[in-house]
């Protein structure tokens, strides 16, 4: 997975534990399975548990996303190899996902109530002239009503 992983990032100019500010550092070795499981959403799901860091990550997602990774992956043969290999013995099963879905979302609103604004708005804010979570989810819910003419 390291290889994979490196094969990937190198021609983008991005090193694993390099000295530029754009370089990643791995702090768990986890990361480089989870990425090549899951894709992009295992490289932020990693990087919000910790298991990598970068100073510049702005550059870092720049050099990624412009570089089109996902088209040359389509053309790498070990990268299609293991996600034939994921697919062939992936362990979950319909019946296993209720539960899955179960643990995930049916968790009652308090935790809802902790982490939401008043009105429980469960998507992004918009914080330019806000204070606080209740003041830009109201700016975002303005701004939604004005771009579609209400």
Not at 12 to 19: A, M, T
Request: glycine share 8%; proline share 1%.
């Amino acid at each position: 997975m390291k290889d994979l992983v490196r094969e990937i990032l190198n021609p983008l100019g991005i090193s694993v534990n390099g000295q530029n500010p754009w370089d990643i550092s791995i702090r768990d070795e986890r990361f480089y399975q989870r990425v090549v499981s899951d894709g992009s959403l295992g490289l932020g799901e990693s990087y919000m548990a910790g298991w990598w860091e970068c100073e510049r990550i702005d550059d870092f997602i720049c050099r990624l996303v412009s570089s089109r990774s996902e088209e040359r992956l389509r053309k790498n043969w070990k990268f299609l190899l293991h996600i034939l290999r994921s697919i062939v013995f992936n362990l979950g099963s319909k019946s296993r996902a209720f539960t899955v879905g179960e643990k995930h979302y049916d968790l009652g609103n308090e935790l809802y109530r902790n982490m939401l604004d008043k009105r429980m708005v469960y998507s992004c804010a918009y914080w330019k002239d806000a204070d606080d979570l209740d003041g830009a989810q109201e700016a975002k819910l303005d701004l939604i009503c004005r771009k579609i003419g209400l």
